[in-house]
């Protein structure tokens, strides 16, 4: 007959300094479904790796074992998942950023070689999917394990019911830097004008583009195709001189309607001049970036190789996608990196889905994203990506920082269980 | 403009995609030629070898095109 006892009462246990154990009962208690059925903290059984997302991925041969984590190191961090990717935080990563991913709890991580990505809704604060065996792995773990602290952080200390809680606070400034930057542009005329008159025309030799008056940013944006913003801005610039000609060649011109297109054409003149200048702006980041000393790197091991598309993705939310827009009809190429179509906008992805529904929805991606490539930038012992984006984006960087260090210095109900932050 | 050495022969791959099917090569999650390009070379070659244009968004899992995963 098993015999029941009560572990708070036997000696020693409250001396017992284990927060693995600690964490393990508090998301038992809690239950691991998130149901609230207490599961008593046993990780449920399942398998740590999944196939690839891109089932034509090179396959991974044989890796060599994980060396052990350097006894010198300080504040080592230990995942509770495969010992690679400790392996990864304590030997790329900084002290300080490993000793803030010690204070909160570790979500799971899964060997993952499709694409990492990161699932909010998995487990009580999400589940990291990320590669084992590619060239990129550390960039992916970092980058990956940024969007988990921006959702750890907003729920522990935020107190943010919602998912990615943290990078919420950071938005004014990135859309201070971003306009600053000549990225984000006022371009409520486009759409002001699309929903007041509609548009129809063959978008494409195979496609029509048909939009009826009245019709909401939601409605103009779902059914763009990658590019068709580009040929609408095109187009809008035609439509809008074409209609100056048309008032001022009548017998009679209206004057107020002669007013009204000239003002019309010279509002869209602006923003196209604008979006010309954005595009000069991007490739100007290219060159800073290409000057700098990331460009000399390529497949070394610690990634940094792959902070170029890190930068470029940055560009790539601060402008939702629509430089790749551009590319997709111009065909130039000038983007270092980024998520492609669809994906910081309410408009179509590659293969025609949408992703996004609403405006908040494309600013949620814009927003974590930027988020994960600082924390990503931050983490890693090399700094030249770091300093590029203070240069670049200096009130992004300096509330970012905040955010780091509010949330290191924080007093969490539950932080000293989590604290490994000695040395080893 | 100055372009490493993968991100020309990457872009040299997805115009020969193009030519051939009439549209560039789609990648998922973070697009990162300068680094990456070497797979996604192949790749593209692999799908001009097979004729089947290259979009990995198709290939992905409806679960994972919904917006509830963060890439």
Redesign the interface.
Known sequence: MRKCVSLEDEPGFQQIYSPVLTQAIDRGLKGHSGTGVVDWGYALVGPDTKPGRKAKTKPVGKLPPTPPVDPNVVNPVVTGSNVYFDYLFNTYGTPEMRALINKYPKVKIVVYNGGGYFSPSEGEYGTVYTSKGLGGDVSTLFHEYGHALDNIIGKDLHKDHASMGTSRFFIDEFLKDGKKMGMIIDDSFYWDYLSKNGISFPITTKRMFNLNKGASRRDIEKNMNPGDHWRIVEKLLKITKEKVREVENVKNPNPVKVKRAEDDYKKMSALYDAYLKRIEAVKNIRKLVMSSPLAKYQGDKAAVYRQRGAIGDIIDALTSGEIYDWEAVSKERIMLGGHGFGYYNMRKTSSGYNTNFNVHGSMFFRRVEIWAQFFQFLIHQDNTSANIMKKLMPNTDKKFQQLIKEAQNAKLQVAEAFNLTKKL | ????E??LEF?KAETRHEEKFGE?P???????????GE?YI??IE?AIRKNKPL???????PY??T?????
């Open positions: 403009m100055m372009y490493t993968l991100e872009y560039p789609y990648f998922t999650g973070i697009i990162n030629p300068s680094a990456d797979e192949s790749l692999e979009n990995q968004e198709k290939e992905v899992p994972l095109r917006g509830k995963v963060i890439y």
